[in-house]
DNA sequence: ACTTATCGAGCGAGCGCTCGCTCGGAAATT
DNA sequence: AATTTCCGAGCGAGCGCTCGCTCGATAAGT
């Protein structure tokens, strides 16, 4: 299937599996023993969670809301968090560190060459953020009411991926395939067209703009804006993640 | 000045005008007779509003301590509006008619050209937003937690930004100034590069980037990315708003 | 000029309600 | 029988909002 070709995380990054990795991370929080129980009924609540906030709101969503959409009482939803902070750091927390490992563990084939590497992280970026769009939305639209412990684990999250950019930026312009001002800042630019897939989702739809056509825009854009040769080197990147 | 220069609406566009504006734009609602009170307490009620929901989100904002912030009690509030809904949609209203107006009033001189337009477009919103910093962030973060109706004015608002720049790019392609795939795509890919300013405006503080470094950015970005000739014209924008 | 009547602006305790959170016991599993 | 899981009524706190009230300024009457 081309689908499968394309998104060959479509199981790893399921919710089933980030909430797997998320009760790891959690287990002494989580009271409830049995594995199997606590990752269906944890896939239970993030789902409503996330559906929930990213309708009205994670402050405006509560807990008996919460409650009666994912099936368990008021009493079992505090089995598997102590308070709702730690709900929304729970969310935010997978997203991060999962948005992290993809992004620094490019194929081989695609590290050597600045151009195609700089199309596979926005590619890549874009479908992560496809795969995981309702976790990726919770993370942009919650993270600035948050405390600040976790509003810098947030903070840490965006300028992780602008550096990670930034590198291949960098590694451009020093062999002369890239004509950039400021890394730094060029990097910064680049970033909002990556979020802006997922923050404004309705939008795209609307418009009748697939995923692919938007990836194809954005690797064009971000290629004549960078002066890189061939723009339609983009299309190199995508092959790439039927390895996966 | 040359920051006088640079901001000729420094003075049309301060709290004490856009409030103003509110109260007419509301005066059925606003109990309170004499101008200039209603005025300077809209404004208080206001600048609170916007630094407290700035901070922790307009719904987790009280009005107990929105009260203690704008120096009025519980029932004082109530007599500048209804319900706390119409509160934010009061701000909504305001960011959406003076962004849509301000936009709309290219000087002649640089109407006729698509580069400078488009030019004048960048450099305009990101003055524009950052002459309306709390407001802007207010209407981009607290937009989807509204009732349908309101939200409607908000979504329409995003859509009549990009409809605008969409037009100066379709003229500068048909002129052949523009090497553009599909019109209404890049519009959509333009507006967040504007917006990122205000939405993350801690990250370009904290990089120590200045909003003329930041439009010269993004004016070079887009001016590239669509293969115009002169990426430079860039400047010719700015001189035109002494005039104003 | 002095008194009195009127009024609009502002106050804040208190209403009905929902919030996040707890805990003793029922139900299910082993 | 023992242990684990789950339930949901109930707690105090805080919410949006109301309303009877005070008070200083202005207007009217003398």
Known sequence: M?????????????TEAL????????RQVVRVQK???AVANLARIITATLRLSNKQGFHATSLRELAKASGLSMGGLYTYFANKPMLLSMILGEVMATASEV????????????VAHLNWLIATHIRLSEAMQPWFVFAFMEAKSFPPAERQIALEGEVDTE????????????????VIGEVGLTAALIKP?????????????????TIETYIDAVTAFVGAALG?????????????????
Request: charged share 20%; glycine share 10%; hydrophobic share 45%.
């Open 193 to 209: 067209l990556l979020q802006d897939w997922y923050v404004k989702r309705a939008k795209y739809r609307k418009r009748g703009t």
């Open 103 to 114: 992004l620094r563990a490019p194929p081989e084939a695609v590290a050597m060459d600045a």
């Open 35 to 37: 594995t199997p129980v």
């Open 19 to 26: 909430c797997a990795r998320i009760l790891e991370r959690h």
């Open 163 to 178: 550096s990670i950019i930034a590198e291949v930026l960098k590694q451009g312009a020093a062999s002369g395939v890239f």
């Open 228 to 244: 890189a040769g061939t723009a339609a080197a983009g299309r190199a990147s995508r092959p790439a993640f039927g390895q996966g």
């Open 2 to 14: 081309s689908l499968a070709r394309h998104r060959p995380w479509a199981g790893a990054y399921s």
